[in-house]
């Protein structure tokens, strides 16, 4: 007698294992994709731990914000949204699971994909497979669309070759006559791809210019001072940096401490993200640039009312001002309400299926809050750059530009069909004719 | 434990683990990268065997992957990549493994964990070959000659490692039991004694080493296969550091351990992430510490504890 007991036994077990897995499974939802559904769900990757997510908590934030908005004024087409988010913090195999879980068994209808560039090239492979629109809302990689057609990703903002060429044509129009350069940018992807593309088109368009140090520190690192020595020794006529997030902070703090400002002119492509950490430490007369043209201070918004409603509400709820990343997502969100407009309009009132919002996409033109953007025939966004000189006004606690440039994205994105370095390499002084002239205070 | 229950239990296992992954398409991924990681826990299991903990094995992982990496464009096929990862890996751990395995407990870890940091750095600054930490993708490669569509190609991939994993599994049972891996027992118990009884403590654990470093490579080269985007993020230390807490997890008494205690990471990790976006590596510190505390020989020590006592009542 004693056999069947353990039979019986081992089969409890195993239905009570199937019974756990199987409410662990979370059986699929949202399989029903021409009908209108109860919910439109949004997987978005950002980067929640980490030193990134000084980036992707107040994107975090700005897609909660909004989507409440949203939701107030009735939804996408009568539809609620709602947001799942996934931290990119942990590695590629675990984002590529949660892309998968969250279009296979959470019937994500749009996904939001990712900060880092690394993030992106994953996620975007897996929109082909996967036939998920997905929006590539900040990463700045010129790969993406340069190596390959991605039928269901769209980019909402600009990218690496504009967010460097700017503030290159704005050197080189407000400061034309230094001989000297220097380079300190982070030993990553970003940092690296950055000084190549300045480097090509700084080639190109002002020959002869001497580099005189090219230092690459790791990201994250503590302390800068044995490259501040450096600079200071090498006493290089602009510094090209493309910094970002608390090492920016950690650099212009100690080397504001040591005077490097007053020797050298920085260029800090990325740098508005940090202003209001680094407040009045930020010296003054700089070069500073912030991945598109969304300055608190932005010269003529095309509806200066959207982008007062946006910062005063973004304030009111987390006591800050919106930083770029706050205005990507923004981007991301508005093209996608356009999308939805546009593709239920197109059918006559009903619900898209995946291949109709992607259509949708394609050429689409979206408001922003301070302009307009469209996308392009590859996918990628044509977001204007401002470009200025940092100072400080009555209004903000922290830097702001002065002497804008409105740099139109056509004039600093490379062609359709055409790699960024070999297009850098392309570039004529008399571009530098077609730069628009600074706008004045 | 009788061999019975334990090849009873692993095709349970199997069956179960098929099973979920029909029923849930997503998890065909998520399954895939825990027996990967199970195959490299399971080298580490060898040397912890030894008393000897690798805080560097993320180095063999990665050397997997990004063998795959750059042999795919040249000869896009699983059957091929694989063995050329694990040759890669195997004699990488031959080299890394002449050095360390003169070295004992926090030296041997410390060690590993800084050569598996040089591999990390070297993928990161040799941008021009490595595309850095924007990282390579990686093509889908053939499987046995045939071009699969994605979907069973993500199937393919699951089969693979399961039948990766039940056969290192039931290798490295076997070698557990074979006097190669009684000497490792005797290395952590008393090195000394083995040296008198004409055994090389260090060509014992060299040919551990060297065996754990082949199953790295090959997890390396499915995770490669399967994510189809490496990043030097996979010879960072956290990413050995995972692979010790996998270890710890499932506990390091029998070859299932590992494959419990990766199925329980993965899972644990992705349901944390889903509910608690911004606290899950809380929960799986948490989920740790419990384990640690109530159960220190990891689930294997549960399961086998709670089968131990039965079969003691029924007998």
């Given at each position: 007698?004693?056999?069947?007991?353990?039979?019986?036994?081992?089969?409890?077990?195993?239905?009570?294992?199937?019974?756990?897995?199987?409410?662990?499974?979370w059986p699929g939802s949202g399989r029903a994709q021409a009908q209108k559904?109860?919910?439109?769900?949004?997987?978005?990757?950002?980067?929640?731990?980490?030193?990134?997510?000084?980036?992707?908590?107040?994107?975090?934030?700005?897609?909660?914000?909004?989507?409440?908005?949203?939701?107030?004024?009735?939804?996408?087409?009568?539809?609620?949204?709602?947001?799942?988010?996934?931290?990119?913090?942990?590695?590629?195999?675990?984002?590529?699971?949660?892309?998968?879980?969250?279009?296979?068994?959470?019937?994500?209808?749009?996904?939001?994909?990712?900060?880092?560039?690394?993030?992106?090239?994953?996620?975007?492979?897996?929109?082909?497979?996967?036939?998920?629109?997905?929006?590539?809302?900040?990463?700045?990689?010129?790969?993406?669309?340069?190596?390959?057609?991605?039928?269901?990703?769209?980019?909402?903002?600009?990218?690496?070759?504009?967010?460097?060429?700017?503030?290159?044509?704005?050197?080189?129009?407000?400061?034309?006559?230094?001989?000297?350069?220097?380079?300190?940018?982070?030993?990553?992807?970003?940092?690296?791809?950055?000084?190549?593309?300045?480097?090509?088109?700084?080639?190109?368009?002002?020959?002869?210019?001497?580099?005189?140090?090219?230092?690459?520190?790791?990201?994250?690192?503590?302390?800068?001072?044995?490259?501040?020595?450096?600079?200071?020794?090498?006493?290089?006529?602009?510094?090209?940096?493309?910094?970002?997030?608390?090492?920016?902070?950690?650099?212009?703090?100690?080397?504001?401490?040591?005077?490097?400002?007053?020797?050298?002119?920085?260029?800090?492509?990325?740098?508005?993200?940090?202003?209001?950490?680094?407040?009045?430490?930020?010296?003054?007369?700089?070069?500073?640039?912030?991945?598109?043209?969304?300055?608190?201070?932005?010269?003529?918004?095309?509806?200066?009312?959207?982008?007062?409603?946006?910062?005063?509400?973004?304030?009111?709820?987390?006591?800050?001002?919106?930083?770029?990343?706050?205005?990507?997502?923004?981007?991301?969100?508005?093209?996608?309400?356009?999308?939805?407009?546009?593709?239920?309009?197109?059918?006559?009132?009903?619900?898209?299926?995946?291949?109709?919002?992607?259509?949708?996409?394609?050429?689409?033109?979206?408001?922003?809050?301070?302009?307009?953007?469209?996308?392009?025939?590859?996918?990628?966004?044509?977001?204007?750059?401002?470009?200025?000189?940092?100072?400080?006004?009555?209004?903000?606690?922290?830097?702001?530009?002065?002497?804008?440039?409105?740099?139109?994205?056509?004039?600093?994105?490379?062609?359709?069909?055409?790699?960024?370095?070999?297009?850098?390499?392309?570039?004529?002084?008399?571009?530098?004719?077609?730069?628009?002239?600074?706008?004045?205070? | 434990?009788?061999?019975?229950?334990?090849?009873?239990?692993?095709?349970?296992?199997?069956?179960?683990?098929?099973?979920?992954?029909?029923?849930?398409?997503?998890?065909?991924?998520?399954?895939?990268?825990?027996?990967?990681?199970?195959?490299?826990?399971?080298?580490?299991?060898?040397?912890?065997?030894?008393?000897?903990?690798?805080?560097?094995?993320?180095?063999?992982?990665?050397?997997?992957?990004?063998?795959?990496?750059?042999?795919?464009?040249?000869?896009?096929?699983?059957?091929l990549l694989l063995p050329a990862a694990a040759l890669l890996a195997g004699?990488?751990?031959?080299?890394?493994?002449?050095?360390?395995?003169?070295?004992?407990?926090?030296?041997?870890?410390?060690?590993?964990?800084?050569?598996?940091?040089?591999?990390?750095?070297?993928?990161?600054?040799?941008?021009?070959?490595?595309?850095?930490?924007?990282?390579?993708?990686?093509?889908?490669?053939?499987?046995?000659?045939?071009?699969?569509?994605?979907?069973?190609?993500?199937?393919?991939?699951?089969?693979?490692?399961?039948?990766?994993?039940?056969?290192?599994?039931?290798?490295?049972?076997?070698?557990?039991?074979?006097?190669?891996?009684?000497?490792?027992?005797?290395?952590?118990?008393?090195?000394?004694?083995?040296?008198?009884?004409?055994?090389?403590?260090?060509?014992?654990?060299?040919?551990?080493?060297?065996?754990?470093?082949?199953?790295?490579?090959?997890?390396?080269?499915?995770?490669?296969?399967?994510?189809?985007?490496?990043?030097?993020?996979?010879?960072?230390?956290?990413?050995?550091?995972?692979?010790?807490?996998?270890?710890?997890?499932?506990?390091?008494?029998?070859?299932?351990?590992?494959?419990?205690?990766?199925?329980?990471?993965?899972?644990?990790?992705?349901?944390?992430?889903?509910?608690?976006?911004?606290?899950?590596?809380?929960?799986?510190?948490?989920?740790?510490?419990?384990?640690?505390?109530?159960?220190?020989?990891?689930?294997?020590?549960?399961?086998?504890?709670l089968l131990g006592r039965r079969a003691g009542r029924a007998a």
């Amino acid at each position: 007698m004693s056999t069947p007991t353990p039979l019986t036994r081992r089969s409890a077990l195993a239905v009570a294992a199937g019974a756990v897995s199987g409410s662990l499974l979370w059986p699929g939802s949202g399989r029903a994709q021409a009908q209108k559904p109860a919910e439109l769900k949004v997987g978005i990757t950002t980067f929640l731990s980490g030193p990134a997510s000084v980036f992707g908590v107040p994107a975090k934030q700005t897609a909660e914000m909004l989507f409440d908005e949203i939701n107030q004024a009735g939804g996408i087409g009568g539809v609620p949204v709602r947001a799942l988010f996934v931290d990119e913090a942990p590695g590629t195999d675990h984002l590529v699971g949660e892309f998968r879980r969250l279009v296979q068994n959470e019937g994500v209808q749009v996904m939001f994909a990712s900060i880092s560039s690394g993030s992106c090239l994953a996620c975007t492979p897996l929109s082909d497979e996967l036939r998920k629109t997905t929006i590539l809302w900040d990463c700045g990689t010129q790969r993406i669309f340069e190596e390959g057609r991605h039928p269901f990703a769209f980019r909402t903002q600009g990218y690496a070759t504009p967010e460097v060429l700017a503030p290159l044509l704005y050197l080189l129009k407000t400061k034309p006559d230094f001989r000297t350069l220097a380079v300190i940018n982070q030993d990553y992807a970003w940092g690296r791809d950055s000084w190549e593309i300045w480097k090509t088109a700084m080639d190109a368009l002002k020959p002869g210019v001497r580099v005189v140090a090219e230092l690459f520190p790791r990201l994250g690192a503590p302390d800068f001072s044995t490259e501040i020595t450096r600079l200071l020794a090498a006493r290089p006529d602009v510094i090209f940096s493309t910094f970002w997030g608390g090492d920016l902070v950690t650099l212009v703090r100690q080397a504001a401490e040591r005077r490097l400002f007053e020797r050298s002119t920085f260029v800090l492509p990325v740098a508005e993200a940090s202003m209001q950490i680094l407040g009045r430490t930020m010296p003054a007369g700089h070069i500073i640039g912030t991945r598109g043209d969304h300055w608190n201070n932005h010269p003529r918004p095309k509806d200066p009312a959207r982008l007062a409603r946006f910062v005063e509400n973004y304030r009111r709820r987390f006591n800050e001002y919106p930083i770029y990343p706050c205005h990507h997502m923004y981007q991301a969100i508005s093209a996608m309400q356009a999308a939805y407009a546009k593709a239920i309009a197109a059918k006559g009132g009903g619900w898209p299926n995946d291949q109709e919002l992607a259509a949708a996409f394609r050429g689409l033109e979206f408001p922003t809050p301070t302009s307009t953007i469209t996308l392009r025939e590859d996918g990628q966004g044509l977001e204007d750059q401002i470009v200025g000189v940092s100072t400080f006004t009555e209004r903000f606690p922290f830097a702001v530009p002065k002497d804008m440039i409105v740099f139109p994205a056509a004039m600093v994105s490379t062609p359709v069909g055409q790699k960024s370095v070999d297009w850098l390499k392309t570039l004529k002084p008399d571009l530098l004719a077609q730069v628009p002239a600074p706008i004045a205070g | 434990m009788r061999r019975g229950t334990e090849a009873t239990l692993a095709l349970l296992a199997a069956a179960g683990l098929l099973a979920a992954a029909w029923a849930a398409p997503w998890l065909k991924f998520v399954l895939t990268i825990a027996l990967a990681k199970g195959i490299a826990v399971l080298g580490i299991l060898l040397l912890l065997r030894a008393g000897q903990v690798s805080f560097g094995h993320a180095l063999f992982l990665a050397s997997g992957a990004y063998a795959v990496a750059f042999l795919a464009p040249a000869a896009p096929e699983a059957l091929l990549l694989l063995p050329a990862a694990a040759l890669l890996a195997g004699l990488l751990g031959l080299v890394v493994g002449l050095f360390v395995v003169r070295y004992r407990d926090i030296f041997f870890g410390m060690l590993n964990l800084a050569i598996s940091m040089v591999l990390y750095s070297l993928l990161e600054k040799l941008y021009e070959l490595t595309r850095g930490t924007d990282g390579i993708r990686v093509e889908p490669p053939r499987v046995a000659g045939f071009a699969l569509t994605l979907e069973t190609y993500v199937w393919a991939m699951l089969v693979l490692a399961l039948v990766l994993a039940v056969g290192f599994g039931a290798f490295v049972r076997a070698y557990l039991g074979s006097p190669m891996g009684q000497a490792l027992a005797g290395i952590k118990t008393r090195e000394t004694r083995l040296e008198f009884m004409g055994v090389s403590a260090r060509r014992v654990l060299l040919a551990a080493y060297v065996l754990s470093a082949v199953m790295g490579g090959v997890a390396g080269a499915i995770v490669g296969m399967t994510t189809r985007h490496v990043t030097p993020l996979l010879a960072y230390w956290t990413s050995s550091g995972e692979l010790v807490f996998i270890a710890i997890l499932g506990g390091a008494g029998g070859a299932l351990g590992p494959f419990l205690g990766a199925a329980a990471y993965e899972l644990v990790r992705v349901y944390a992430a889903a509910s608690f976006a911004d606290a899950w590596q809380a929960i799986l510190g948490t989920v740790l510490l419990l384990v640690i505390l109530f159960a220190p020989g990891g689930l294997w020590g549960v399961i086998s504890g709670l089968l131990g006592r039965r079969a003691g009542r029924a007998a």
